[in-house]
């Protein structure tokens, strides 16, 4: 077997180096290692204390993720009974934390009698965002070093630690000023106590009120039933924060043996759950992301220092935004200079938003002001490395833009389109370098927003391809790979799970009751909802761009249309499918009144619609156009289209994704239920469920998960 631990002694000390890259995971070989290093040097009598620390940057991100749901999870030794024993062994343990640790990684630290880090090291205990607890006594562990309220804010949240934060809340016993200092500084620790003949763990005050930090304040009695009380909406059907609460309050009630196997079980609950299966899902699909046959680390990048981005409207200026955000440059090229001052002006006034929320400072504010330059003049954007399209979306309008952007940019730029529904390679047609175009079509609002489609044309160069991916990841974003296609992945998917919302409402549902199933399942926002946030007339001219391939179907969002007549616009004239009094939300009979009247029209029956039907006929259309998408080649796997609807739709993480669910609900069972609606919906299911080529192909020959055959 490798490898993976680095034992080495100096004189008293010796020296345990966690050496399995890239993030040393506690996977079952690592933490057999570990142990057999340890009890090595507790065996030593010439060793008088123990630093453990990582070989490489990372002291380590936890316990090995793609063992959970396996046997090798909790095969010999499995991490709590390790950590166990590192607590029993009577030499001073020094965990010397460069990098970071995570999870199991923190969890280990605190399994050691002492702790130094680096500064700038970053701890903390992530799991809830895998749908987990901390499972190795962190939950335990943790109050007891820093108070159970500080322990419940950091492991309810999974947000990181800094280690000034981590030294004043009594989780750190030093910090090293660099991370060349740190081995020495961990050293000379251990020297002193070996000095001192401290003992293996020290004996910290054992205050009676040690569940809070703050000396001198006990929790108050109820605490976490307020707590509770006070979460519950926001956690919706997730269970993963109800057992990280139920494990600190074992934390102090419990003698620590007994909250350690209280922990114990919550985790194995924790870990079986479809809750958690999705999360870690999403985890790999996330790392996934962006790994394409014929891009690999030999692909050449491009540089890219200078940016620039035509249009400062809406998106434009969230574009800008998040370069300056990520420290480079940015030049906003406007047709007129009052469209640009107008750019300029939002912008500043965002991040002042920002500043009044305290997410920045005004000095931070500043700086990125600093960076985005406005012109009017093609010429100073001549030398742009990476150039971002943002104008209106009209072909010929692009077309015009593209025209000049060929004419004026430097040979070697990236010239790149927001579009949101135009044909890419058509734009890049009237340039002399396709392999130079790609879409990124980013999501509103552009600053916040995580998902960025990368769409490839089909001249697009590899290089092309994967300097953008790169460039996506320093702005931080989520850049899914689409080809070609009306609204790429995410629209394409959208407009039939769109378009059954639509029929619902004819056949008998209202807005709010197709809302309120689509919320139920987690969804952030009903569809109806939705598209009163972004704007009726916008889907409205999307459509109309499309009349010919929608033309077989008479009833085709024909309330949408009607809506559209009557200038209910949504949110922006507070009428659309709901009416709007300042921020609430309310339902509209009038809507139902000329959904009767349209249906009647169309000669559609009015019934009780079941919120399973909706459900499943929303959900049904939604995934059989992703399994589409991906027996066309439009996206290169499943994991793919979970991501663009989590984080560019609203589909909830903790479902992993519709394809996730979707696998979930049985590949079978949706064959069957789109046969059924085909079924029961007379002409109306002839023309629209028809089941993807690939559904039919994965349930014949026996498949469980949605992947190209
Ligand atoms: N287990 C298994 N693999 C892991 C891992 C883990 N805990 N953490 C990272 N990796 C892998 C990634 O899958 C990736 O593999 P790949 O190169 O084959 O795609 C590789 O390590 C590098 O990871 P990233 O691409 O994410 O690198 P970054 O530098 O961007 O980020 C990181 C590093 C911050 C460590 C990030 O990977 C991360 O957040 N990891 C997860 C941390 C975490 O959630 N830890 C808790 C685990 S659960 C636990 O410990 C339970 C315990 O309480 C019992
Ligand atoms: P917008 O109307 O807010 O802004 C467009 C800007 O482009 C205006 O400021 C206009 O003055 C400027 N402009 C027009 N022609 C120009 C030219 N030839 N040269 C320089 N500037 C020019 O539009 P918005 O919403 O920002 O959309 C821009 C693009 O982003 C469109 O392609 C749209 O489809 C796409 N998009 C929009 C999303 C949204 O939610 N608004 C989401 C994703 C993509």
Not at 422 to 430: K, S, T
Not at 612 to 634: A, K, P
Request: charged letters at 20%; a negative charge.
């Amino acid at each position: 077997m490798n490898s993976l631990i680095n034992y080495r002694c100096e004189g008293p000390l010796a020296l345990i180096g966690l050496a399995s890259a890239p993030v040393n995971a506690l996977g079952q070989a690592l933490r057999e290692q570990l142990l057999e290093a340890c009890e090595r040097a507790a065996a030593d009598a010439s060793v008088k204390a123990i630093i453990l620390h990582g070989e490489g940057s990372v002291f380590s991100a936890g316990a090995d993720i793609s063992e959970f749901g396996s046997p090798a999870s909790f095969a010999k030794p499995d991490l709590p009974s390790l950590l166990t024993r590192l607590t029993e062994l009577d030499k001073p343990l020094i965990a010397a934390i460069g990098g970071l640790a995570l999870g199991g990684g923190l969890e280990l630290a605190m399994a050691c009698g002492y702790r130094v880090a680096e500064a700038g090291a970053r701890m903390g205990l992530p799991e809830i965002k895998l749908g987990l607890l901390p499972g190795a006594g962190g939950t335990q562990r943790l109050p007891r070093l820093i108070g159970a309220a500080a322990a419940l804010k950091y492991i309810s949240s999974g947000e990181p630690i800094g280690t000034h934060r981590a030294q004043v809340l009594g989780l750190l016993d030093w910090v090293a000023p660099t991370a060349d200092s740190l081995l020495e500084t961990a050293k000379a620790l251990a020297l002193a106590l070996i000095h001192r003949q401290a003992p293996g763990r020290p004996c910290r005050p054992c205050r009676p009120n040690w569940p809070h930090p703050t000396p001198g304040t006990a929790l108050l009695p109820g605490y976490f039933a307020d707590y509770r009380a006070a979460n519950q909406s926001r956690w919706k059907g997730q269970s993963a924060p109800q057992r990280v609460v139920a494990a600190i309050e074992a934390a102090c009630n419990l003698p620590l043996a007994e909250g350690l196997a209280r922990e114990g079980e919550l985790f194995k609950e924790a870990e079986a759950s479809t809750e958690s299966e999705a999360l870690r899902h999403v985890f790999f699909a996330e790392r996934e992301v962006g790994k394409l046959p014929g891009l690999d680390t030999g692909t050449s990048i491009r540089p890219v220092n200078r940016v620039a981005v035509i249009g400062a409207g809406t998106m434009g200026g969230g574009i800008a935004m998040n370069f300056a955000n990520a420290g480079m440059a940015v030049t906003l090229l406007e047709l007129r200079a009052d469209a640009l001052e107008r750019g300029l002006a939002l912008i500043r006034k965002n991040y002042e938003t920002s500043v009044e929320r305290g997410k920045l400072t005004s000095e931070q504010m500043e700086q990125r002001l600093a960076l985005i330059h406005g012109t009017l003049d093609y010429a100073n954007i001549a030398d742009a490395d990476l150039v971002i399209e943002a104008v209106f979306e009209e072909l010929a309008i692009k077309q015009q833009v593209f025209r000049t952007l060929d004419e004026e940019c430097k040979v070697g730029a990236i010239l790149a389109s927001n579009t949101s529904t135009l044909d890419v390679d058509a734009i890049a047609a009237v340039t002399r370098r396709p392999q130079d175009v790609v879409g990124l079509h980013f999501f509103s609002p552009a600053n916040v927003m995580r998902l960025l489609e990368v769409v490839r044309g089909a001249a697009t160069a590899a290089d092309v391809l994967a300097t953008t991916l790169k460039v996506a990841k320093r702005i931080g974003k989520i850049p899914v790979v689409s080809g070609v296609c009306f609204g790429f992945i995410g629209n394409r998917m959208l407009e039939p799970y769109s378009r059954e919302a639509h029929r619902l409402l004819l056949e008998g549902a209202t807005p709010a009751q197709v809302d309120n199933v689509l919320t139920s399942l987690g969804m952030a926002m009903g569809v109806f909802a939705m598209h009163d946030l972004a704007g009726i007339d916008v889907s409205f001219l999307v459509r109309e761009s499309r009349r010919e391939v929608l033309a077989h179907d008479p009833g085709y969002c024909k309330l949408a249309d009607a809506l559209y007549a009557l200038g209910r616009f949504g949110q922006k004239t507070n009428r659309g499918y709901y009416l709007y009094e300042g921020r609430e939300r309310k339902d509209d009979p009038e809507v139902v009144a000329l959904a009767e009247k349209i249906a009647g029209e169309l000669g559609i029956q009015r019934r009780v619609i079941s919120d399973q039907e909706i459900h499943d006929r929303c959900v049904l259309m939604l995934v059989n156009e992703g399994i589409q998408l991906l027996d066309e080649g439009i996206c290169q796997r499943s994991s793919d289209i979970d991501l663009v609807w989590i984080n560019g739709y609203g589909f909830p993480v903790w479902r992993g994704g519709p394809m996730h669910y979707a696998e979930g609900l049985g590949l079978e069972h949706l064959l069957e239920r789109i046969g059924h609606y085909r079924e029961v919906l007379g002409g109306y299911g002839a023309m629209w469920f028809q089941p993807a080529h690939l559904l039919e192909r994965l349930v014949a020959s026996g498949k469980t998960g949605v992947e190209r055959l």
